[in-house]
């Protein structure tokens, strides 16, 4: 019988997935009975697993936009017009839900806001991966932290079993985190709340649930009422003293170093760690332990700085006055949109325009770049856009 000559190719292929299942199968029967000896009921355990097969979560562990996209690109997509729009709309429309977790957790409204508008754009993007499915892919499968997502599967299952979260609405991120604020399981089962009263902490279908939920985890995390996260302020040219997000101290020693606001108030009392998110040549800011509160809901600066932002512009402050080190500044997702549009214009399949840059967008751009004599890095920059506006 003669044989194709990819046979060898598509064996090769079988064989080496076989063990991959096995792997995974015998991988999820450990995780079944760790579950089960943390005393999540068998029912519990076989629904949710019964026909459970690996996704594509692990691949991307190095893909998280906040350590890999220049902050000016990060801030401008995540804090722009329309963000602040409808953020002050839906404080006004869950305004009674936010004066009580106010009272409750000492976190004010627009603080809380910020979070649900980076986390999920307000609810608009939870994610569309079963949180089951991603974390027991990940402590199968990932290159690290898999005892992180062992621990994380079974308290999945853990809110399964006690009915908070029913199991069609259970998706979210690739890393597992999940709800209109995006909680990782084991931060639910500790923090979650019910706010609404129905009975169940659904961060999931229930944004009042959500946004106390988040505000009691910044108050466990230090939150205080009525400290400013931060102030924009200005750095002596040259200066070589002291930076970074833990490298606190008293407001009086940054003013003998000639840190002043950019509004020319004095800095006050307290402390506050110097924060240089570009280095010494863009924008600076005095953070306070507000910040750090803000900082621990997800572990980088960019992400902590997006929603501090966010939450002085629902206040009706400006956002960040002095310039970004660049001659190309990120774009605001309205600008994103017509970029897509604009190659759409001139015959690139992109999809509909929705200002994510995705894989498409990023190939489009790049072959456009390349055609119009730029550097073809695939980025939906200023000069990309004005490009496209001349042609």
């Known amino acids: 019988m003669k044989t194709s000559p990819l046979?060898?190719?598509?064996?090769?292929a079988l064989l080496c997935a076989v063990p991959a299942r096995a792997d995974f199968s015998s991988c999820l029967s450990g995780l079944r009975h760790a579950a089960a000896a943390a005393g999540v009921s068998a029912r519990a355990i076989e629904s949710?697993?019964?026909?459970?097969?690996?996704?594509?979560a692990p691949s991307f562990m190095d893909k998280q936009p906040e350590f890999k996209t220049p902050i000016w690109d990060y801030l401008a997509g995540l804090v722009d017009d329309e963000r602040v729009d409808e953020g002050r709309a839906l404080m006004r429309r869950h305004a009674a839900a936010l004066q009580t977790a106010e009272q409750r957790y000492g976190v004010d409204a627009a603080t809380v806001v910020a979070v649900w508008g980076v986390e999920s754009d307000f609810g608009k993007n939870f994610g569309k991966r079963s949180v089951v499915q991603s974390l027991a892919t990940l402590a199968c499968e990932a290159r690290r932290r898999n005892d992180y997502f062992r621990g994380e599967f079974i308290a999945a299952l853990k809110i399964l079993d006690a009915g908070d979260i029913a199991p069609d609405e259970f998706y979210g991120s690739w890393a597992g985190a999940f709800g209109h604020t995006q909680f990782m399981p084991s931060t639910f089962l500790r923090i979650a709340v019910d706010l609404d009263g129905d009975g169940r902490r659904n961060i999931a279908s229930s944004a009042a649930d959500a946004l106390g939920s988040t505000a009691n985890y910044l108050h466990k995390s230090g939150y205080r009422p009525g400290l400013r996260w931060g102030v924009e302020v200005r750095i002596p040219e040259g200066y070589s003293g002291p930076s970074g997000r833990t490298a606190r101290q008293p407001m009086s020693a940054w003013a003998s170093r000639g840190v002043r606001r950019l509004d020319g108030q004095p800095l006050g009392e307290g402390a506050a760690a110097l924060l240089l998110p570009a280095g010494r040549d863009g924008p600076a800011f005095l953070v306070t332990q507000n910040f750090d509160a803000i900082y621990s809901y997800n572990a980088a600066e960019s992400y902590a700085l997006a929603i501090s932002i966010l939450s002085d512009r629902l206040r009706g402050r400006s956002g960040v006055q002095s310039a970004w080190p660049t001659d190309d500044p990120g774009l605001s997702r309205a600008e994103r949109r017509e970029v897509q549009a604009l190659l759409a214009r001139h015959g690139y399949e992109v999809g509909e325009p929705d200002g994510v840059i995705g894989?498409?967008?990023?190939?489009?751009?790049?072959?456009?770049?390349?055609?119009?004599?730029?550097?073809?890095?695939?980025?939906?920059?200023?000069?990309?856009?004005?490009?496209?506006?001349?042609?």
């Open 359 to 391: 894989t498409k967008t990023t190939q489009a751009i790049a072959d456009f770049q390349g055609r119009a004599g730029m550097r073809a890095d695939g980025r939906a920059g200023r000069r990309t856009l004005e490009a496209l506006r001349d042609r």
């Open 7 to 12: 046979f060898p190719t598509l064996l090769a």
């Open 48 to 56: 949710a697993t019964g026909a459970l097969e690996p996704n594509d």
